[in-house]
């Protein structure tokens, strides 16, 4: 392992001299991230930051995104820049441009970019004031609106914290190696010491439009996405990872598979489930169903719309109003002369379940023996998300959220946790993930933001703590990142192709006990607020039957493949008795048929494989005589002979141990 302990050298130092070694590309400074060019002194806390790390990997990305726009600048002077944050795996940057670059272009900037980085240009930052920005980039209207709104940049636009914050404006010069000043771009930074830095490792991907400050109402800009690795091995083995991704694309295996659409005639980001996907899909509800209800949850139904002073009181008019369709107006009445005699009342489609539970908690007095109270409910939640950023099942604007919410003392506050997060891991792992870890969201210092007392947030991020770190996975702490009103635990998995995918959450949240008012009889006789738990297993059941899709890449596991077994005879003639079994399968609730059409026996193995069907049960005139059947897997593999009580045995017995079988030795 490289040493990278601080050289011995005379202070004032910069980082070159701390640290020689070229895999430190920035330097963390008293816990903030500075150039590695910065001069320290022996005074301040000096970390090195390298290229491999999330910072390191941040930095290089966010400076091949400088490379970009400068490359697009040379080729096509009057493009004006938006901004190029970096994110998870690679980077982007938005341009304003009359027309849309085509893939020639994306090749002539991809050759640019080689040119520049081979230029080994030094990025340098210069500090200057708001006008000296607004004069020196009086060309880019796009730069000049976030000046603007510097120290705002929640409300600039996603990825500004890249360009403004809310101290100091900073612009980065590429300097060559004559001195001069070749290029410049609005930005905090920090940046790699120079272009030759982002190395060989990084390639263009695709192109896409954009609105500016993620709003249809602005300009429209084209948008290129890259990524960028510490080496090229390291981006080969991306690529890879995306060709496989690719493959398992849910979208993609949702058409093949006939599993569910989104028809034009019923609007973006609205899905119909097809026969196929209904099986899936109710098999993981009834499943889930059985096992809150053994977990002693109670099913509630509740409606899908709402009149506004239920949103008012939970505040969700006032903090999530764009994420919430448009009113319906409804009841107004009008006289013969069309005057209104009876003001309407608006109605809003429910953005989130918990208010409707709330009110079922509050419709008759409880007692501290009604609590825990634990209320679930697959309901049905709309979200107005932006077009643009609705992809597949994965964000959609209706969807179903197996929702539940939980009412509880503060004394059982972290037995409760415990027991929603052994019940969500245990849930997570019957459909067959395996690898998570916990990300707990906790108050940071600066208390102006936060909401309840001292006593309530050391209580609350402790019991959560505790049940995380009882739970033996590993745990990240992530300070400033809780909801304004309490902590909360997100539990992540890994799919199979090393994915990581944020499912479950546990939110503590005495904030909407607090604003409807809701209360309980101690053992003391007294009155007291109860708290509330959120928890989303699924988090959406649309978002997870996508994440299982990909997963398995369409080969569910027996118990939840939509045809769990397809008989095919060798031959007409041996149909009757591949009847007789798939009668007897059905009887055992397997989902069974027999193809009968008249395809040759190799067409229907084919076109059964590609389905994706886990077993196939084959049989001729051996077989018949013998009672016996073969059985047929998703990998070609086979087991001939298999007596027919023992073949039905070993079915059922996947189905019910949720077994994955894709091959003879996993139903052996």
């Given at each position: 392992?490289?040493?990278?302990?601080?050289?011995?050298?005379?202070?004032?130092?910069?980082?070159?001299?701390?640290?020689?070694?070229?895999?430190?590309?920035?330097?963390?400074?008293?816990?903030?991230?500075?150039?590695?060019?910065?001069?320290?002194?022996a005074?301040?806390?000096?970390?090195?930051?390298?290229?491999?790390?999330?910072?390191?990997?941040s930095?290089?990305?966010?400076?091949?995104?400088?490379?970009?726009?400068?490359?697009?600048?040379?080729?096509k002077?009057?493009?004006?820049?938006?901004?190029?944050?970096?994110?998870?795996?690679?980077?982007?940057?938005?341009?304003?441009t009359?027309?849309?670059?085509?893939?020639?272009?994306?090749?002539?900037?991809?050759?640019?970019?080689?040119?520049?980085?081979?230029?080994?240009?030094?990025?340098?930052?210069?500090?200057?004031?708001?006008?000296?920005?607004?004069?020196?980039?009086?060309?880019?209207?796009?730069?000049?609106?976030?000046?603007?709104?510097?120290?705002?940049?929640?409300?600039?636009?996603?990825?500004?914290?890249?360009?403004?914050?809310?101290?100091?404006?900073?612009?980065?010069?590429?300097?060559?190696?004559?001195?001069?000043?070749?290029?410049?771009?609005?930005?905090?930074?920090?940046?790699?010491?120079?272009?030759?830095?982002?190395?060989?490792?990084?390639?263009?991907?695709?192109?896409?439009?954009?609105?500016?400050?993620?709003?249809?109402?602005?300009p429209?800009?084209?948008?290129?996405?890259?990524?960028?690795?510490?080496?090229?091995?390291?981006?080969?083995?991306?690529?890879?990872?995306?060709?496989?991704?690719?493959?398992?694309?849910?979208?993609?295996?949702?058409?093949?598979?006939?599993?569910?659409?989104?028809?034009?005639?019923?609007?973006?980001?609205l899905?119909?489930?097809?026969?196929?996907?209904?099986?899936?899909?109710?098999?993981?509800?009834?499943?889930?169903?059985?096992?809150?209800?053994?977990?002693?949850?109670?099913?509630?139904?509740?409606?899908?719309?709402?009149?506004?002073?239920?949103?008012?009181?939970?505040?969700?008019?006032?903090?999530?109003?764009?994420?919430?369709?448009?009113?319906?107006t409804?009841?107004?009445?009008?006289?013969?002369?069309?005057?209104?005699t009876?003001?309407?009342?608006?109605?809003?489609?429910?953005?989130?379940?918990?208010?409707?539970?709330?009110?079922?908690?509050?419709e008759?007095?409880?007692?501290?023996?009604?609590?825990?109270?634990?209320?679930?409910?697959?309901?049905?939640?709309?979200?107005?998300?932006?077009?643009?950023?609705?992809?597949?099942?994965?964000?959609?604007?209706?969807?179903?959220?197996?929702?539940?919410?939980?009412?509880?003392?503060?004394?059982?506050?972290?037995?409760?946790?415990?027991?929603?997060?052994?019940?969500?891991?245990?849930?997570?792992?019957?459909?067959?993930?395996?690898?998570?870890?916990?990300?707990?969201?906790?108050?940071?210092d600066?208390?102006?933001?936060w909401?309840?007392?001292?006593?309530?947030?050391?209580?609350?991020?402790?019991?959560?703590?505790?049940?995380?770190?009882?739970?033996?996975?590993?745990?990240?702490?992530?300070?400033?990142?809780?909801?304004?009103?309490?902590?909360?635990?997100?539990?992540?998995?890994?799919?199979?192709?090393?994915?990581?995918?944020?499912?479950?959450?546990?939110?503590?949240?005495?904030?909407?006990?607090?604003?409807?008012?809701?209360?309980?009889?101690?053992?003391?006789?007294?009155?007291?607020?109860?708290?509330?738990?959120?928890?989303?297993?699924?988090?959406?059941?649309?978002?997870?039957?996508?994440?299982?899709?990909?997963?398995?890449?369409?080969?569910?596991?027996?118990?939840?493949?939509?045809?769990?077994?397809?008989?095919?005879?060798?031959?007409?003639?041996?149909?009757?008795?591949?009847?007789?079994?798939?009668?007897?399968?059905?009887?055992?609730?397997?989902?069974?048929?027999?193809?009968?059409?008249?395809?040759?026996?190799?067409?229907?193995?084919?076109?059964h494989?590609?389905?994706?069907?886990?077993?196939?049960?084959?049989?001729?005139?051996?077989?018949?005589?013998?009672?016996?059947?073969?059985?047929?897997?998703?990998?070609?593999?086979?087991?001939?002979?298999?007596?027919?009580?023992?073949?039905?045995?070993?079915?059922?017995?996947?189905?019910?141990?949720?077994t994955?079988v894709?091959?003879?030795?996993?139903?052996?």
């Open positions: 392992m490289t040493d990278l302990t601080p050289a011995d050298v005379a202070y004032p130092a910069d980082g070159f001299a701390l640290f020689p070694d070229r895999s430190v590309i920035a330097l963390r400074v008293d816990g903030n991230l500075v150039d590695l060019a910065t001069t320290v002194t005074d301040d806390t000096v970390e090195p930051v390298t290229i491999d790390s999330a910072d390191g990997l930095i290089l990305r966010h400076s091949a995104a400088h490379v970009l726009a400068q490359a697009v600048q040379r080729i002077p009057q493009t004006n820049l938006g901004i190029g944050p970096p994110i998870t795996d690679g980077f982007y940057y938005d341009f304003g009359d027309t849309p670059f085509t893939p020639e272009d994306v090749k002539a900037i991809k050759k640019e970019m080689e040119r520049i980085v081979r230029e080994n240009q030094r990025f340098v930052r210069r500090v200057v004031t708001d006008d000296e920005a607004r004069a020196e980039l009086a060309d880019e209207p796009f730069k000049l609106e976030l000046i603007g709104l510097k120290g705002g940049t929640k409300e600039a636009a996603e990825g500004a914290s890249v360009e403004v914050g809310a101290g100091e404006l900073t612009i980065y010069d590429n300097v060559n190696r004559d001195g001069e000043t070749v290029w410049k771009d609005l930005c905090r930074g920090p940046h790699v010491p120079t272009t030759r830095t982002i190395g060989n490792g990084w390639d263009l991907q695709r192109i896409a439009g954009a609105y500016w400050r993620g709003s249809e109402k602005n429209q800009l084209q948008r290129i996405y890259g990524t960028a690795w510490p080496t090229k091995d390291e981006l080969r083995a991306y690529q890879q990872r995306l060709e496989e991704a690719a493959k398992r694309d849910h979208r993609k295996l949702g058409k093949e598979l006939d599993l569910f659409s989104f028809p034009d005639e019923i609007g973006s980001g899905s119909v489930w097809h026969p196929k996907g209904g099986v899936i899909r109710g098999e993981m509800e009834q499943h889930a169903r059985r096992r809150h209800i053994e977990g002693g949850y109670t099913y509630v139904y509740t409606p899908h719309i709402s009149k506004e002073d239920l949103f008012l009181t939970s505040n969700h008019l006032v903090t999530y109003r764009e994420g919430m369709f448009p009113p319906i409804m009841d107004e009445e009008r006289d013969a002369d069309g005057t209104v009876k003001p309407g009342q608006d109605y809003y489609l429910k953005p989130m379940n918990c208010p409707m539970h709330i009110l079922i908690y509050k008759r007095a409880r007692s501290y023996r009604d609590l825990p109270m634990r209320l679930a409910e697959n309901g049905t939640v709309y979200r107005n998300e932006l077009s643009g950023a609705l992809h597949g099942l994965t964000r959609v604007r209706g969807f179903t959220q197996d929702d539940s919410h939980l009412f509880v003392t503060p004394e059982q506050l972290e037995s409760e946790a415990t027991r929603v997060l052994e019940f969500v891991i245990s849930m997570l792992r019957d459909f067959g993930l395996e690898d998570f870890e916990l990300e707990l969201s906790m108050r940071d600066e208390k102006s933001k909401i309840g007392s001292e006593e309530f947030w050391e209580y609350s991020t402790n019991a959560l703590r505790n049940v995380a770190v009882a739970s033996g996975l590993k745990l990240t702490e992530v300070p400033g990142e809780a909801a304004f009103y309490g902590p909360k635990i997100d539990l992540k998995t890994r799919d199979a192709i090393g994915r990581t995918w944020q499912l479950s959450t546990v939110q503590v949240d005495p904030n909407l006990p607090e604003r409807f008012e809701l209360e309980y009889t101690g053992s003391d006789g007294e009155k007291h607020r109860p708290i509330m738990i959120h928890r989303a297993l699924f988090g959406s059941i649309e978002r997870f039957f996508a994440i299982l899709l990909e997963h398995y890449a369409g080969a569910f596991p027996v118990w939840l493949a939509p045809d769990q077994v397809v008989a095919i005879p060798v031959a007409e003639q041996f149909g009757d008795y591949l009847d007789e079994i798939v009668d007897r399968l059905r009887a055992r609730g397997v989902r069974a048929q027999v193809d009968h059409s008249d395809d040759r026996m190799q067409k229907k193995i084919r076109t494989t590609t389905q994706k069907v886990p077993i196939q049960l084959i049989a001729g005139e051996q077989d018949r005589t013998a009672g016996t059947v073969s059985f047929r897997f998703r990998d070609g593999t086979q087991t001939n002979g298999i007596p027919v009580d023992d073949a039905i045995e070993r079915i059922v017995t996947a189905i019910a141990e949720r994955l894709n091959t003879a030795e996993d139903l052996a």
